[in-house]
């Protein structure tokens, strides 16, 4: 995934927990097994939000269109 924010099919990429765009995947600290959380939202409509845009930013639009969602938990060690 290119670190840009906005995609080639026009997806727009908000800011990570490192304060910048883009997901580099986990990279778990040493020791036992680090626990990582993915969410997948189904909506109804789009967000219209800007590149760059906040976790609670989209949690806040998302709210009156979403249809479903899921869970993911991934435990990943050194």
């Given at each position: ?18 304060g ?14 680090h ?12 967000t ?31």
């Amino acid at each position: 995934m290119p670190k840009t924010e906005v995609l080639t099919n026009s997806g727009k990429q908000g800011v990570n927990d490192f304060g910048k765009v883009g997901y580099g995947g986990p990279c778990p600290p040493p020791g036992s097994a680090h626990r990582y959380f993915f969410k997948l939202y189904a909506l109804d409509a789009a967000t219209n939000l800007k590149p760059r845009a906040m976790k609670q930013q989209l949690l806040d639009v998302l709210k009156p269109h979403l249809l479903g969602e899921a869970d993911l938990v991934g435990r990943y060690k050194r």
